[in-house]
């Protein structure tokens, strides 16, 4: 839900950030222009770096995730007009495309933009999942959760570790089921331990 061109009474501070936050999306927008016109030269090949993404998350300063991001949103952007259009105006914020640009083709962009537009941020995984599931053939769906399956790490500074983990959703159940068991048996067991 775009807040831009709505009139509130709000305090100094949401009123600061909100216009901090519209700022944002349209830097973010520059952004993921940028992030494919650099991808597409030769700046990161002449720099030695394996990958335009490698190289952008050095001048960036951010994770190399984040930078393939914006490249992946980037060139998504161009089969996705009507999105490019909305995200171009403000009425699609960053994190609303993001999601968006994981499952809108050229085919189904009409019908998933207004889902997108209508519900917040937060809510838009689902809200897309279930336009999807009722509209897709269940053997397409399959053969796309198969492929789109990943794990990733991350290890935290204090040694830590997350797994981010992309499965279908009953994978995923049964997978979260018996680690979130697991984690809580062995807190119970420190708690009881007295540490």
Request: net charge neutral.
């Given at each position: 839900?775009?807040?831009?061109?709505?009139?509130?009474?709000?305090?100094?501070?949401?009123?600061?950030?909100?216009?901090?936050?519209?700022?944002w999306?349209?830097?973010?927008?520059?952004?993921?222009?940028?992030a494919?016109?650099?991808?597409?030269?030769?700046?990161?090949?002449?720099?030695?770096?394996?990958?335009?993404?490698?190289?952008?998350?050095?001048?960036?300063?951010?994770?190399?995730?984040?930078?393939?991001?914006?490249?992946?949103?980037?060139?998504?952007?161009?089969?996705?007009?009507?999105?490019?259009?909305?995200?171009?105006?403000?009425?699609?914020?960053?994190?609303?495309?993001?999601?968006?640009?994981?499952v809108?083709?050229?085919?189904?962009?009409?019908?998933?933009?207004?889902?997108?537009?209508?519900?917040?941020?937060?809510?838009l995984?689902?809200?897309?999942?279930?336009?999807?599931?009722?509209?897709?053939?269940?053997?397409?769906?399959?053969?796309?959760?198969?492929?789109?399956?990943?794990?990733?790490?991350?290890?935290?500074?204090?040694?830590?570790?997350t797994?981010?983990m992309?499965l279908?959703?009953?994978?995923?159940?049964?997978?979260?089921?018996?680690?979130?068991?697991?984690?809580?048996?062995?807190?119970?067991?420190?708690?009881?331990?007295?540490?």
């Amino acid at each position: 839900m775009s807040v831009s061109g709505e009139s509130r009474n709000w305090s100094p501070l949401v009123a600061e950030l909100v216009e901090l936050a519209q700022v944002w999306n349209r830097s973010l927008h520059r952004l993921v222009h940028l992030a494919v016109e650099f991808a597409e030269s030769t700046e990161w090949v002449l720099a030695g770096a394996p990958t335009a993404a490698h190289h952008l998350s050095h001048l960036a300063e951010v994770e190399e995730f984040t930078a393939r991001e914006w490249i992946r949103i980037g060139r998504k952007l161009r089969m996705l007009p009507a999105s490019a259009d909305a995200f171009d105006a403000g009425e699609l914020s960053y994190s609303k495309l993001r999601t968006l640009t994981r499952v809108a083709t050229a085919e189904n962009e009409r019908e998933l933009l207004p889902v997108a537009l209508e519900h917040p941020a937060s809510e838009l995984g689902r809200a897309l999942a279930a336009w999807i599931g009722r509209h897709s053939n269940p053997e397409d769906l399959d053969g796309h959760q198969r492929q789109q399956r990943s794990i990733r790490e991350r290890v935290q500074p204090d040694g830590m570790v997350t797994v981010t983990m992309q499965l279908p959703p009953l994978v995923a159940g049964a997978l979260t089921s018996a680690i979130t068991g697991q984690v809580m048996r062995s807190r119970r067991r420190y708690a009881s331990a007295g540490a």
